[in-house]
């Protein structure tokens, strides 16, 4: 089973954004992609629908503490609930060969440097691709190596990514 994880905003204002993320849902489920989310709103809905449209599957990892204050995204097809962040941290990577970030916001930036950092320390071998202009700013920020950013894959846009997928 070839799994994805997808990150991005639990809100979104823009309605193209939130299409962006219903055709990366059925780009990735068309391609035998079993995706797994944040199982809540914004990118994670968006992305989660497309896959459902697309007839694919969804693992929403949800969190006990939202659970209670929030609704989960309906168009998920297995959920676990974790209890800490940490633990829905765990479920989002474990068993996972590609993880796909579109805009977020502090949330979205910790899932994107955790896989990263067990790239970079561990050694594993997945792929880090990075949605939308604003991951660009990654290429000359300091606090980042420069011989990190091999690491990552930084596309501008969603048909960029598609082509190079």
């Known amino acids: 089973m070839k799994i994805a994880t ?3 905003a639990s809100r979104v204002e823009d309605p193209k954004l939130y299409e962006e993320g219903v055709e990366l849902g059925k780009f990735l489920a068309e391609r035998g992609y079993v995706i797994k989310c944040g199982g809540y709103g914004g990118l994670m809905e968006a992305v989660s629908r497309g896959v459902r449209e697309a007839g694919g599957e969804v693992i929403g990892i949800t ?7 929030r609704p989960e995204n309906p168009y998920l ?3 676990i609930q974790t209890p800490d962040l940490f633990e829905r941290l765990k479920n ?3 068993g996972s060969e590609v993880f796909i970030a579109q805009a977020g916001s502090i ?9 990263w950092a067990l790239k970079y320390g561990l050694g594993l071998d997945f792929r880090i691709c990075l949605l939308g ?11 980042i190596p420069k011989e990190r950013l ?12 598609k082509r190079n997928f």
């Not at 969190?63 to 204050?69: A, M, P, S, V």
């Not at 949330?107 to 896989?115: P, R, S």
């Open 150 to 161: 091999s690491e990552i894959e930084i596309y501008k846009n969603l048909e960029e990514f």
């Open 107 to 115: 949330g979205t930036l910790n899932e994107i440097f955790m896989v």
């Open 92 to 94: 989002l990577i474990v």
């Open 63 to 69: 969190l006990k503490y939202f659970d209670e204050i």
């Open 133 to 143: 202009e604003a991951y660009e700013e990654f290429k000359t920020c300091s606090f």
């Open 77 to 79: 097809t297995k959920k």
């Open 6 to 8: 997808t990150f991005g």
